[in-house]
């Protein structure tokens, strides 16, 4: 990843990021895929890689340390979360994200912009 868009991620950590450096970080993502599978499977490794985890959130107003992120058999991205005992997968878009953001949460963002562009051309289809 260039040195400058790297920079400006670790600042923006808590804000949004432009549309441009997200676009950059979808096609880091998607580079050498061909299909959707593979695309998934770009984004879960780049989650695996840069994503800070262990991290606290809440989900249902109940607080959840996310522990790692999974690849499902369907080809979900999914945040496995811990409540004392307890464990729970929950779908990485579906995941509230804390602020402040953990390092890495940009690859969230990615994901999501990614995922509604794929929603979008299947409508199109």
Known sequence: MDR????RLRKRRSGRLSTA???????????????ESEQTVGFF?????HLAVPF?????DTDVIVERVDLTD???IVAVCRRGRSRQRI???DLPIPNPS??????????????????SREEDE
């Open 21 to 35: 450096d997200l676009d950059r970080l979808v096609e880091e993502a998607i580079v050498d895929a061909y299909g």
């Open 56 to 60: 606290a959130t809440n989900v249902l």
């Open 102 to 119: 953990p390092g890495g949460a940009e690859w969230i963002e990615a994901y999501r912009r990614w995922s509604g562009h794929r929603a």
């Open 4 to 7: 400058a868009v790297w920079n």
């Open 45 to 49: 490794t780049m989650l695996e890689d």
């Open 74 to 76: 369907d080809e979900r």
């Open 91 to 93: 779908g990485i878009l």
